[in-house]
């Protein structure tokens, strides 16, 4: 049986073991997917321990995925823009290859799940931490109009829209924000806390759509505010759930579907 684990410190909350069996079971994939508590001192050796004990795969959380960025050999080029990676797998000559699939399933949920088309239209992105970093590529790639940067911090925005080669990307402060936007995407952790991020409440149009990469039981704050104005939106169960299902079809070649197992998280939040 092929083993995979999902590699992180705290690890014993993680939704992915139940997962990842949901797909294997789906797929009739002979696999086994287990909790791995990272160690902060000897992470690196624990991943080529269990490459080297006959591993196939692993996904990494918090705090190591720039680490395991620091270990791969070879890179998708979203994983090179997010500085970050969230997938491992040992290619046939033994080396490993990192991906971040974070922003492909942010994508996925917006766009299949949700039916939101990005291309064409512009998008405000709230925050400039990791979270953001990791899904900036693939928006990019869904061709929006325009992208706006928005953080407390602006050189840390414009660090991030120069480092994608696209044109479309500009960077703001918070409060500087001028107009309305088609797609608004809080990647800043400020719903864990039950905050938002000082934005004006300009940026909302009658058709904006929002999203908030976090997710809860009840409505995040961010999304109570766009409910206020008017504005329909999605939190980000299912990115977590597409995220999880790229990482899947990269290690046994086959998508899972993940309406299914959306619903089913949803009811047990």
């Not at 070879?74 to 922003?103: E, F, H, P």
């Not at 405000?124 to 109009?145: D, K, S, T």
């Not at 980000?236 to 197992?261: N, Y």
Request: with cysteine.
């Amino acid at each position: 049986m092929d083993q995979y684990v999902v590699v992180g410190n705290p690890i014993a909350h993680s939704k992915s073991p139940a997962i990842h069996a949901h797909f294997a079971e789906q797929t009739r994939q002979d696999m086994q997917y287990d909790l791995l508590l990272g160690d902060l001192e000897t992470f690196e050796s624990q991943i080529q321990a269990f490459f080297a004990g006959g591993g196939k795969g692993c996904n990494v959380t918090v705090p190591f995925k720039e680490r395991a960025y620091q270990l791969c050999s070879t890179l998708s080029k979203r994983a090179q823009i997010a500085g970050a990676v969230n997938t491992l797998l040992q290619n046939q000559n033994g080396d490993i290859y990192g991906d971040n699939t974070d922003g492909v399933g942010m994508v996925r949920d917006i766009t299949v799940n949700h039916q939101q088309s990005i291309k064409n239209k512009s998008v405000l992105i709230l925050g400039a931490g990791g979270a953001v970093r990791g899904v900036l590529e693939p928006i990019v790639a869904e061709q929006p109009q325009a992208i706006v940067i928005a953080n407390r911090t602006v050189s840390k925005a414009e660090t991030l829209a120069n480092l994608v080669s696209s044109d479309v990307c500009s960077a703001s402060s918070f409060t500087d924000l001028q107009g309305s936007f088609d797609i608004i995407i809080n990647g800043t952790s400020a719903s864990l806390s039950g905050e938002l991020p000082p934005i004006p409440t300009t940026v909302v149009h009658t058709n904006t759509w929002c999203y908030d990469m976090m997710y809860a039981k009840d409505k995040t704050v961010f999304l109570q505010w766009a409910d206020s104005l008017g504005a329909k939106g999605a939190d980000g169960l299912g990115m977590l759930v597409e995220q999880a299902a790229e990482s899947f079809t990269q290690w046994r070649s086959v998508r899972p579907k993940t309406d299914g197992l959306i619903k089913v998280l949803r009811s047990k939040l």
